[in-house]
């Protein structure tokens, strides 16, 4: 399960992933023994939450999914986004330590918005990406990109706090065509079509994907 990745331009949040997911013998081996497809972006309504997820797809009997509805169940309409960020954090250290996923978390707090990246390789640490080391508010772009002829290409990055919506999208688009390239050279892929998008605003969320909303929606 890679690649997910959050653009977060002035007047919105763009979360995208890919759908190909690695089958292997169980959810604690390596082994490949085919390909499927998988959810990997998933939307809480009642706080306006995106999640995307990279890493394994299941622990046990239970899907990706399922572990975050189950979390979703302990979320509170009231709830900040930090406070959502804080407790995904949380469940997921205390109930799936050894479940090697990580996290994007994102959404708007009174009009701000709010980036976190959740990272199993860094122990999952709970870090805001869109702040400087001021406080201030940047704007760019969340990816994990190991391929040097891609992020060649995509390095250096546009100014996204002057981007609108449609330059946001052809960026994350153009981003993905290229990782699926590279990946295609590879023995064993690990990134592949179709993919699914997140947009949010202060006051809006929509989907561009083939699927329906359902599979999205974690409440």
């Known amino acids: 399960m890679t690649l997910i990745a959050t653009a977060y331009a002035h007047e919105c949040i763009v979360m995208g992933t890919d759908t190909l997911l690695q089958r292997t013998e169980n959810y604690q081996t390596n082994k490949i023994i085919g390909y499927g497809s998988i959810q990997k972006l998933f939307f809480i309504r009642k706080t306006g939450t ?15 999914k399922q572990i975050l509805q189950n979390f979703t169940h302990t979320v509170e309409s009231s709830m900040r986004q930090c406070d959502v960020a804080d407790a995904l954090q949380l469940y997921i250290k205390s109930n799936f330590p050894q479940l090697e996923t990580s996290y994007h978390i994102a959404g708007y ?18 870090v805001r990406e869109n702040v400087d080391r001021k406080g201030f508010l940047r704007y760019s772009v969340l990816a ?14 546009p100014d996204f706090s002057k981007m609108q919506e449609n330059q946001v999208f052809d960026f994350m ?29 202060h006051d809006q969320s929509k989907f561009v994907s083939n699927k329906i909303a359902s599979d999205f929606l974690l409440d």
């Open 50 to 64: 995106g999640i995307s997820v990279r890493g394994r797809a299941s622990w046990g009997e239970k899907t990706i």
């Open 109 to 126: 707090q009174d009009n701000e918005p709010f980036i976190y990246d959740l990272d199993f390789d860094s122990g999952l640490n709970l």
């Open 144 to 157: 994990r990109i190991d391929d040097t002829e891609v992020r060649n290409q995509v390095l250096p990055l």
């Open 173 to 201: 688009e153009t981003l993905f065509k290229l990782k699926i390239q590279a990946e295609n050279l590879k023995p064993t892929p690990s990134v592949g079509y179709p993919i699914d998008y997140l947009f949010l605003s």
